[in-house]
């Protein structure tokens, strides 16, 4: 659900300070939220009920009557109600014929009917005009001013003068109008408040599935292999040493499958020489995740520096370095500065800070309030060049940090290599498979592709 040119708002105001009456069928918690912020918009209200009899949590400012009273003193009517309750419109079809009815009905369940609860709406009243809209909306954001909360409803109607209509008056409660188009879209719109994170299923499940993988990956070459073989209790890494060797592990492989599904695509379109051909749905599907993908490596990155800043106060650290300068003093000798270590360890913590804070500067481009203040090339450059960058700098990162250790017998334990090893198998790939394709032979054509240029055109002009 994106941007409509139609969300554009007018430039030129209403100059009718007169606005409509608007009805709401139904006195339950979201109706009477909603007359509220109607009432406060300065539009006259008057409710739609089975009781008439006035209670303490209706608007002050707003009458009570039946619905078919109500109805009559309206020309747009919110059906606050239920779908199951829907069968008390049809004696009113009449009354309604010509009217606007807003439905702003959720279900229990995604696709739970046939046809969304908008459409069966409009089969029960055929002559109105029906409109889906604040569906999106809970009761709860609308007493909070919905300043914590989505300012965003999504509205669809076949009739366009009542979905304007709709929209005005979402506008003037300070929401966001987004158009959705016609009726049809109405099962899209009732589903969406049902999809828990859709985008973040795959990022958390892949995210989760990894941890566990390399938990007990680490798990057993760190603690389990020292206490059969050296008969060492190192279960405390459990706490620090091992989620701090989890945690960058993790950002750097969810870094590389952000840019790995580009990197397939432009293979698949050099392969088929056209671009109008659709990807596989499983590569759409990670494409479209790519963000989610991104800020969930960065939430890795982030515990990974704190972790990081951690270690000079863990017990363990502070034993090992005052056994080391006992052990020297004890020898009456000082051990020399190894000038080659400190290059390797000072050139591995710069790469790590300025790939951290490339990583954070992609984090903070996705958000929605910055990447509406930017335009498509500027974009296109923060999340593509500089994701690159970024790519390179956190892999660079870890091959200093134990690149010498490939060859070390002593980094295999049960033949299974260091858990950074198996960190950069997937960014390597993606890197080398890139600067492949910077190549001129596969760029130009490549680019040419994108441009669309066809290799065996299906249709002649």
């Not at 809970?138 to 914590?148: K, N, Y």
């Not at 979402?170 to 158009?179: C, E, I, Q």
């Not at 060859?407 to 790939?429: A, D, E, F, G, K």
């Amino acid at each position: 659900m994106n941007k409509n040119s139609s969300n554009i708002m007018a430039l030129a105001p209403n100059t009718s300070n007169k606005r409509e009456t608007v009805c709401i069928f139904g006195t339950g918690d979201f109706g009477r939220a909603l007359g509220h912020k109607i009432i406060q918009a300065g539009y006259p209200l008057v409710f739609g009920s089975r009781s008439t009899q006035t209670s303490n949590l209706i608007p002050k400012d707003a009458e009570v009557l039946s619905h078919a009273e109500a109805a009559q003193k309206a020309a747009i009517i919110i059906i606050a109600i239920q779908r199951q309750h829907y069968n008390f419109l049809t004696p009113l079809a009449d009354t309604l014929r010509g009217k606007v009815l807003v439905d702003v009905s959720n279900n229990l369940k995604i696709n739970q009917y046939p046809e969304s609860n908008a459409e069966y709406l409009a089969q029960l009243v055929p002559g109105a005009k029906v409109v889906k809209a604040f569906n999106t909306v809970s009761a709860w954001a609308l007493q909070s001013g919905t300043l914590d909360a989505s300012r965003q409803v999504f509205v669809c109607g076949d009739d366009m003068e009542a979905k304007q209509k709709v929209m005005d008056i979402v506008r003037a409660l300070g929401l966001t109008p987004l158009d959705q188009g016609s009726l049809l879209a109405a099962q899209e719109i009732e589903n969406y408040p049902l999809q828990l994170f859709p985008m973040w299923k795959f990022p958390i499940l892949l995210s989760l599935g990894l941890t566990a993988f390399f938990f007990f990956y680490c798990l057993t070459r760190d603690v389990i292999y020292p206490y059969v073989y050296e008969n060492k209790d190192f279960s405390f890494f459990i706490a620090i040493s091992i989620p701090n060797r989890i945690c960058p592990i993790l950002a750097l492989i969810l870094l590389a499958l952000v840019y790995l599904p580009g990197v397939l695509a432009a293979i698949i379109q050099l392969y088929r020489g056209t671009k109008y051909r659709r990807f596989p749905d499983w590569l759409d599907k990670w494409m479209l995740c790519r963000k989610q993908l991104g800020l969930v490596a960065l939430a890795f990155a982030s515990l990974h520096v704190l972790y990081t800043l951690v270690i000079p106060i863990r017990s363990f650290v502070r034993w090992r370095i005052s056994s080391q300068i006992i052990s020297q003093a004890l020898n009456n000798e000082t051990e020399p500065l190894n000038n080659t270590n400190a290059w390797l360890s000072d050139s591995y913590l710069a790469l790590g800070i300025l790939g951290f804070f490339l990583f954070v500067l992609l984090g903070i481009t996705s958000l929605p309030s910055v990447s509406n203040n930017v335009n498509w090339r500027e974009f296109r450059f923060v999340q593509s060049k500089l994701g690159y960058v970024t790519l390179v700098l956190c892999t660079a990162h870890t091959l200093v940090f134990g690149g010498n250790r490939f060859l070390s017998p002593s980094s295999y334990r049960w033949y299974l290599p260091n858990v950074y090893m198996l960190s950069l198998i997937v960014p390597c790939i993606v890197l080398v498979v890139k600067f492949v394709l910077i190549f001129p032979c596969l760029d130009k054509p490549l680019t040419r592709i994108r441009q669309g240029w066809e290799r065996n055109p299906q249709y002649s002009e």
